[in-house]
Structure formats: C-alpha cells, structure tokens
C-alpha cells in the first residue's frame, strides 16, 4: 500500500543486491546492500548503504581495511571515540579510548582508574608552532637523538623555566624572592658537589676551573698545572 513496502533480493552478472521500492512504489532502485562477486573472495567487495548495527557491541574476530580509509564520525556537539580493549578487557588497565573532542582536542585515555583518565592531550591550533602536546605521566626518551626542545624554554611544575631563547645563553628563571640553583650529591660517603667551568674548548692548561663543596670544605681549583 505504500512506498517503502517491497524489498528485493537480486543477483544478476556475479553482483548479488537488496533493494527497496522507498523512493517510488513498485520500482527498487534503492541499493542497501551489495556484493561483488570474484573468483578470489579475498578480493569481493560488501558495500552497505547505510548505517551498520551489531548486536551487543560486539563484532567477532579478526578485520582487515584494505585501500581506503575508514571514518568514525561523531554526531552533531559530541565526541568520536575508537576503544581498543585487549585480554576480553578483563581488567580495567586492558581499555584503551582514542577520543576527538567537540573542537578538535584529541585524547588518548585508559580505565585503569575505573573510569577513563587521559594520559595524553593533543591540543591542536592553526599555527602548529601554538598546539600543546600535554603527558599526564612521565615521558621516557629512549633513543639516541636524545630530547630536542626547539621552542627554547622548558617550564618546570612550579612554573621556574630555562631558556635557550637566546642563542649560547642559558637562562634559569624563577619568580620567587628566594629562588637558588642547588647542586646536591645524594651520595652519603664523600658525595662531592661541583660545577667545572672550562673556556676554549679545554685546548690549553689553564682553561678550566672547578667550584666544589666537599664535607664542609668549599675550594676553587684550576687546571693550570694538568689540562
């Protein structure tokens, strides 16, 4: 009696389709679901129209994406998450979320806590230069490359900096009336506490000078006799 009423099931030249009469009554030219048969199934392909809902949200086994991208888009206001779960997610610490915030903030959270918590923030801005990257925990460098920090200022956890904005300057900065460099040696038996300035690359006797605090005793010394 109305459009919308009639599906039909096809296969014609290897392509197997579903199709309703939505659009006019009696006609099905609306394509919800096809396949595109070939002698090697690996290479077929199942494409569907519209949305796809699974069950319980769960989908078994493994999945392969194969020459194309794949979208999870969010709806209007709200946040696009992928959850990668590992071990059945028998424990919290299994659970992993990517979220996109409303705005663009990306997260990378875990459940450990029982609820997700970010463990890194990608903060991003139109001048790349201006985007943060914020690591809730510590950050480990591994490789040989080391840290390089190209901005030229390092904040500390109450807000001291060092400074290499000025090139072969560095400037160690606090706001605190009673701020002090300290230099300690946590070593209990004889930990000595120095600073070496040497000029001119070390290339003569003379060059270097040592300030050192040792068990009560303060020295400056020199290399004047031995480089």
């Known amino acids: 009696g109305d459009v919308g009423d009639g599906y039909e099931v096809?296969?014609?030249?290897?392509t197997f389709t579903i199709t309703s009469d939505h659009s006019t009554g009696g006609t099905y030219n609306d394509t919800y679901f096809t396949i595109s048969g070939n002698s090697t199934p690996a290479s077929s392909s199942t494409t569907i129209a519209g949305d796809l809902t699974v069950g319980s949200n769960q989908v078994g086994g493994d999945g392969t994406f194969n020459g194309g991208d794949l979208y999870i888009d969010g709806l209007e206001s709200s946040s696009a998450n992928l959850h990668l779960r590992a071990d059945n997610s028998e424990e919290n610490n299994d659970q992993w979320r990517v979220g996109v915030a409303d705005g663009g903030v990306m997260t990378f959270d875990n459940?450990?806590?029982?609820?997700?918590?970010?463990?890194?923030?990608?903060?991003?801005?139109?001048?790349?230069?201006?985007?943060?990257?914020?690591?809730?925990?510590?950050a480990v460098v591994a490789g040989s490359g080391g840290l390089d920090v190209s901005g030229g200022v390092i904040t500390l956890a109450n807000d001291e900096t060092i400074s290499n904005a000025t090139d072969g300057d560095f400037l160690f900065q606090t706001a605190t009336?009673?701020?002090?460099?300290?230099?300690?040696?946590?070593?209990?038996?004889?930990?000595?506490?120095?600073?070496?300035l040497v000029s001119d690359n070390a290339g003569d006797v003379g060059d270097g000078y040592e300030v050192k605090s040792l068990n009560g005793t303060f020295t400056i010394t020199s290399d004047h006799s031995t480089g």
Do not use: M
């Open 10 to 14: 096809k296969s014609l030249n290897g």
């Open 177 to 196: 009336s009673t701020g002090a460099l300290t230099l300690k040696n946590t070593n209990t038996s004889n930990g000595i506490a120095s600073l070496e």
């Open 111 to 138: 459940k450990i806590s029982t609820s997700y918590v970010s463990q890194l923030t990608l903060t991003p801005h139109a001048t790349v230069a201006s985007s943060t990257t914020t690591i809730a925990g510590g």
